[in-house]
């Protein structure tokens, strides 16, 4: 991981890939931030993927963006 880069990456990456970042400016500043963008139907998914942010110890972020229609599938009506 390194400051100004974006890695894009598929769903099936969110299980037991671990990123490590050597960045001093990346982990000054909060270190990696995971963007999800579509709606696990497993919680443990979510969890896996979140947990991608802080890793060896270091700082981390997550959230995670969503269309309305990814949410009609879930009878979830947005607020």
């Not at 400051?3 to 500043?29: E, H, M, N, P, Y």
């Not at 995670?64 to 009609?72: K, Y």
Request: with cysteine; hydrophobic share 35%; charged share 25%.
């Amino acid at each position: 991981t390194n400051f100004g880069r974006i890695t894009l990456l598929t769903r099936a990456f969110s299980r037991g890939i671990d990123f490590k970042c050597f960045d001093r400016t990346v982990l000054s500043s909060g270190g990696v931030h995971v963007i999800q963008t579509f709606f696990s139907e497993d919680i443990s998914e979510e969890m896996q993927i979140q947990s991608r942010t802080a890793r060896y110890g270091y700082d981390g972020s997550y959230s995670i963006i969503l269309l309305d229609t990814d949410l009609e599938k879930f009878r979830i009506e947005r607020v």
